[in-house]
Nanobody
Framework: QVQLVESGGGLVQPGGSLKLSCAAS????????MSWYRQAPGKERELVAS????????DYADSVKGRFTISRDNAKNTVSLQMNNLKPEDTAVYYC?????????WGQGTQVTVSS
């Protein structure tokens, strides 16, 4: 059974940091590119960051460049998103996604709220 379980969300003040994690099971993690998406209330889901299956290449939305870092550990089947200097506009539900040429899997999301 395929599972992607996000954790690490919560309430943080502007300028603070959070680290999200996504634990994968039920598929060969090292063969999948991984991404983090987010969806704010009333907005479409948007790509935040992505990383290739081997971890050699990453990409970021312009809005998070220099503040967020995506990484993965293929030995532990996890992908992480380190988020620094958080802003109120980063408030959203954050989802991880696994994708290869045939399949796409989504987690259920974790809420991140940036507020004073």
């Amino acid at each position: 059974q395929v599972q992607l379980v996000e954790s690490g969300g919560g309430l943080v003040q502007p300028g603070g940091s959070l680290k999200l994690s996504c634990a994968a099971s039920g598929f060969t993690f090292s063969l999948y590119a991984m991404s983090w998406y987010r969806q704010a209330p009333g907005k479409e889901r948007e790509l935040v960051a992505s990383i290739t299956n081997g971890g050699g290449s990453t990409d970021y939305a312009d809005s998070v460049k220099g503040r967020f870092t995506i990484s993965r550990d293929n030995a532990k089947n996890t992908v992480s998103l380190q988020m620094n200097n958080l802003k109120p506009e980063d408030t959203a539900v954050y989802y991880c996604k696994a994708r290869n040429s045939r399949w796409t899997y989504w987690g259920q999301g974790t809420q991140v709220t940036v507020s004073s």
